[in-house]
């Protein structure tokens, strides 16, 4: 779990286990080893993409690269489970799980859904800035958003 | 936009069939849809031998349409499919086949078996087939049904709303399920009790789901000139319209100001003669009461935001309902939120059932028209304007 863990697809297949790795999304979940939120975006027309495809959306391009986001953004939507999947690290007896989809400063409307931490569930508030952070789930990172200090530009 | 309506009025729906919603329920998803298929094919006045195009939803564990015909003994088909869930992908695709030529009587068919772990009383049954449930694989995904909890946030954030709209579409339902012997759930409830139910997928709590449910719905489809001559009143497809925008994915939605239920809505009051201010019978889906909130914003009866202001405003308080104009109910049946999770048969087959004058002590007076718009946001909103013949 550093810049160069790169196992090859089996590897990360079985690494990555609880989560859906298959051809178009192994990218994605391949960051995550990085503790990198990647997505695709459109080397033709720069429009960023998600969930991964293997096809830019807006110009219809093939030449769509993984890349970094920065992870900075707005809360966008939020939802609280009170019940909901088993997963490591995840309690519903011990309160709601929180599960937000946060707007991304790189292009408006791009978004990504992670829960949040390091603030209480009833604190959580559409609007408020935010940025990634990474948690562990099954052995291996995990991303996560928390509270941002100051406004981001999303 | 041109619109082309060439179907309008052409195609009607001559049966129903239904064997009710329980969650107590031992027959097989094979037994449910022949009940509700039986019934409906004699409901029509026909038999076996008349009916040559067969549609089953493709719910998860329901019969194919092959099972069904050969359990049914049906002579001769020339038009069948499986359709994705929610009722009028599999009416629409009914109606263009008899329309087309494809077929001429269509039996379209929806049964629903809760499967094995997805409830506690359906994993006590060893003899129900183990399902995948209809939630994602991990908890930070708004994939399928959290999406209307997600995006339910932003309902509430955008227009500085309450629950108080929810919580009236809830009561609502129950009381008008409480005259529909079809339903799941016939205990009234009261706003007190929307507030107090547990939180699930907060801001939506338990009376705010519809609840997974064990039946069959089945509608018998034919051509209009047919249709004269079989026992009940033709109820016809007036129009019909299936939408979603290009990005659907339920976290990647550009906003709520645009999407399936728009495309919708557009299309319906672009193809049809009438609109709401003419329907005598409204049924919205409800498998979430926030879906239903923004169908009657979407519909015009509101503007957007506005559902709480509007369901007070024609709430009779001394039946604990919604009148329209004190005249139309909303979901006369009690909608998925009490009949059960129908997705969307139940508020289809209801608008028939009144259409003909068959509603019983739920009748709406003289009900000629309605209007029928089951499913949500992202890739499953459709719409159908009926008329009485």
């Known amino acids: 779990m550093s810049p160069t863990d790169t196992p090859d697809d089996a590897e990360l297949v079985r690494r990555l286990a609880h989560l859906p790795v298959e051809r178009d999304t192994a ?26 495809r293997p096809m830019c959306p807006a110009c219809w391009s093939w030449r769509v690269e993984p890349a970094a986001v920065s992870g900075r953004g707005t809360l966008y939507l939020c939802t609280l489970l009170h019940q909901g999947p088993p997963a490591d690290g995840v309690d519903y007896a011990r309160g709601p799980h929180p599960v937000v989809t946060v707007q991304l400063e790189e292009q408006a409307g791009l978004r990504f859904t992670g829960t949040m931490v390091g603030c209480a569930p009833d604190a959580i508030r559409i609007g408020m800035p935010v940025e990634l952070t990474w948690i562990e789930r099954g052995g291996c990172p995990y991303p ?11 | 936009m041109t619109v082309r309506n060439p179907i309008k009025d052409r195609v009607a729906i001559v049966g129903v069939g239904s064997t009710g919603f329980t969650r107590t329920n031992e027959r097989s998803a094979l037994a449910l849809a022949l009940d509700a298929a039986t019934r409906a094919i004699r409901d029509a006045g026909l038999g076996a031998h008349d009916v040559d195009g067969v549609i089953a939803v493709g719910e998860p564990g329901a019969p194919s ?10 002579d001769t088909v020339k038009h069948w499919t499986r359709p994705a869930p929610v009722i009028l992908f599999a009416i629409v695709d009914a109606a263009n086949a008899i329309f087309a030529g494809s077929a001429d009587t269509v039996l379209v ?3 629903l078996l809760r499967p094995r772990g997805t409830s506690r009383g359906a994993s006590v049954d060893p003899l129900r087939p183990q399902g995948v449930a209809a939630v994602p694989r991990v908890p930070e ?19 500085g709303a309450t629950r108080e709209a929810w919580a009236r579409i809830a009561v609502n339902g129950r009381t008008n399920a409480l005259r529909n012997p079809l339903a799941a759930l016939r ?19 338990l009376l705010d789901m519809d609840l997974p449910v064990d039946g069959a719905d089945a509608f018998v489809l034919t051509s209009a000139e047919r ?22 994915t339920e976290d990647q939605l550009a906003s709520l100001a645009r999407h399936g239920q728009h495309v919708v809505v557009e299309q319906l009051r ?3 003669d009438f609109w709401i201010d003419d329907v005598d019978v409204y049924c919205p889906y409800d498998g979430f009461t926030v879906i239903a909130a923004a169908w009657i914003e979407n519909a015009g009866w509101c503007r957007p935001g506005d559902a709480a202001r509007f369901l007070r405003a024609h709430w009779v308080d001394s039946e604990s309902r919604v009148l329209i104009r004190g005249r139309v109910p909303i979901n006369p049946h009690g909608g998925s939120l009490s009949e059960g999770g129908t997705r969307g048969t139940g508020h289809l087959r209801e608008a028939v059932v009144q259409l003909r004058g068959e509603a019983g002590d739920r009748q709406v007076a003289d009900a000629r028209t309605a209007l029928v718009t089951p499913g949500g946001f992202f890739f499953n909103a459709q719409g159908v304007l009926l008329r009485r013949a």
């Open chain 1, 27 to 52: 990218a994605h979940y391949r960051g995550y080893l990085r503790r990198e939120l990647v997505m695709n975006r459109c080397d033709d027309c720069g429009f960023w993409h998600h969930p991964m």
């Open chain 1, 144 to 154: 996560a958003f928390r509270p941002a200090p100051i406004a981001a530009g999303a």
């Open chain 2, 65 to 74: 349409p092959p099972a069904l015909a050969s359990a049914l003994g049906l």
């Open chain 2, 109 to 111: 068919v929806s049964a």
């Open chain 2, 141 to 159: 995904s708004i994939a399928l049904a959290p999406a209307y909890a997600a995006w339910a946030s932003r309902w509430l954030d955008e227009h």
């Open chain 2, 187 to 205: 205990t009234p409830i009261t706003l007190a009790d929307h507030a107090a139910a547990r939180m699930v997928r907060e801001p939506l709590g």
């Open chain 2, 227 to 248: 249709a004269r001559a079989l026992p009940h009143p033709p109820v016809l497809l007036h129009a019909t319209a299936t939408g979603m925008v290009g990005e659907n």
């Open chain 2, 270 to 272: 672009a193809k049809g």
